[in-house]
C-alpha cells in the first residue's frame, strides 16, 4: 500500500506544475524532502506506471507522473 507521503507527493505532481517541473529537474533534492521508502523512491523515479501500481497507487493519482508507455524515463 502507498505511503501518505508518496500519496501527498503525487497528488501535488497533479496540482503544482512548478513543483511538477521542479522534479523532473531535480529528483533526489525534490524527493529527499519526503520521507519515502526505498521501494517507493525508485519507483517515483522510474516514472513507470507498473511500479506505482505494484505499491498500490490509485490510476488516477499516477498518471500526472508516470510515462503511460511503461518505459523508462531519467533514473532507474
Same mark, same amino acid.
Given at each position: 500500500?502507498?505511503?501518505?507521503?508518496?500519496?501527498?507527493?503525487?497528488?501535488?505532481?497533479?496540482?503544482?506544475?512548478?513543483f511538477?517541473? $521542479?522534479? &523532473? /529537474?531535480?529528483?533526489?533534492?525534490?524527493?529527499?524532502?519526503? =520521507? %519515502?521508502? $526505498?521501494? &517507493? /523512491?525508485?519507483?517515483?523515479?522510474?516514472?513507470?506506471?507498473? =511500479? %506505482?501500481? $505494484?505499491l498500490?497507487?490509485?490510476?488516477?493519482?499516477?498518471?500526472?507522473?508516470?510515462?503511460?508507455?511503461?518505459?523508462?524515463?531519467?533514473?532507474?
Amino acid at each position: 500500500m502507498a505511503s501518505e507521503n508518496l500519496v501527498a507527493l503525487l497528488e501535488k505532481v497533479n496540482t503544482d506544475p512548478s513543483f511538477r517541473m $521542479e522534479l &523532473e /529537474r531535480n529528483p533526489e533534492k525534490v524527493l529527499s524532502k519526503y =520521507k %519515502l521508502s $526505498e521501494v &517507493e /523512491r525508485k519507483a517515483v523515479l522510474s516514472r513507470r506506471t507498473s =511500479k %506505482l501500481r $505494484e505499491l498500490d497507487v490509485d490510476i488516477r493519482i499516477a498518471k500526472g507522473w508516470a510515462a503511460d508507455n511503461g518505459n523508462k524515463i531519467g533514473h532507474n
